[in-house]
């Protein structure tokens, strides 16, 4: 079955960075784009990035152009997300998504997700 | 990349039938049939309901349909259900090759 297993959240201070990954299996994992969707505490979604099947485009949130950095193995598939100068409102769950075609917008399938919290 | 617009709350009685709407823009909703619709339980991960305006993916239940005219799409629930209860939330494709979510609309069931 399709799973998507995101890791490395934690507790971050302001100005710092961490980095994100997310491991896929049960599926072709370079037949699909796979997205970044957060949620701030007590806040509704937002869309982060996403990653085409092939690695060639990439696309961010104007909340995170220039700061945060989407990846991918295709050879592992694996996924990473690269954050940095980190802010106390980039503070939420982040979600590992597999958009449902290679370059698609939505997402079929969602990891549990990841805490980030920053703060000093 | 405003966020898309939806009523902060809705509620309808068991088989009734209940719709939210998603209100954007020319460069999102009212440009592309990219529309999609999620159902989020607390504590759990999104399930995606709605894709293409309309589509529903395999496992999806026929009583949730989608809709759109001009720049609003709409996500219908017929025959409301208990478990229905849930946050909703539109997304769609932008001008830019991004996304942008709804800032989500609370189902309650009666």
């Known amino acids: 079955q399709v799973q998507l297993v995101e890791s490395g959240g934690g507790v971050v201070q302001p100005g710092r960075s961490l980095r994100l990954s997310c491991a896929a299996s049960?599926?072709?994992?370079?037949?699909?784009?796979i997205h970044w969707v957060r949620q701030a505490p007590g806040k509704g979604l937002e869309w982060v990035a996403v990653?085409?099947?092939?690695?060639?485009?990439?696309y961010y949130a104007d909340s995170v152009k220039g700061r945060f950095t989407i990846s991918r193995d295709n050879s592992k598939n694996t996924i990473d997300l690269q954050m940095d100068s980190l802010r106390a409102e980039d503070t939420a769950v982040y979600y590992c998504?597999?958009?449902?075609?290679?370059?698609?917008?939505?997402?079929?399938?969602w990891g549990q997700g990841t805490l980030v919290t920053v703060s000093s | 990349q405003s966020a898309l617009t939806q009523p902060a709350s809705v509620s309808g009685s068991p088989g009734q039938s209940i719709a939210i709407s998603c209100t954007g823009t020319?460069?999102?909703?009212?440009?592309?049939?990219?529309v999609s619709w999620y159902q989020h339980h607390p504590g759990k991960a999104p399930r995606l309901m709605l894709y293409?305006?309309?589509n529903r993916p395999s496992g999806v239940s026929d009583r949730f349909s989608g809709s759109r005219s001009g720049n609003t799409a709409s996500l219908t629930i017929s025959g409301l259900q208990s478990e229905d209860e849930a946050d909703y939330y539109c997304?769609?494709?932008?001008?830019?090759?991004?996304?942008?979510f709804g800032g989500g609309t609370k189902l309650t069931v009666l």
């Open positions: 998504t597999r958009g449902r075609t290679r370059h698609s917008s939505d997402s079929d399938y």
């Open positions: 049960g599926f072709t994992f370079r037949n699909h784009a």
């Open positions: 990653i085409w099947y092939d690695g060639k485009n990439k």
């Open positions: 020319s460069s999102d909703v009212g440009g592309y049939n990219f």
């Open positions: 293409d305006v309309n």
């Open positions: 997304a769609s494709y932008t001008s830019s090759s991004t996304q942008v």
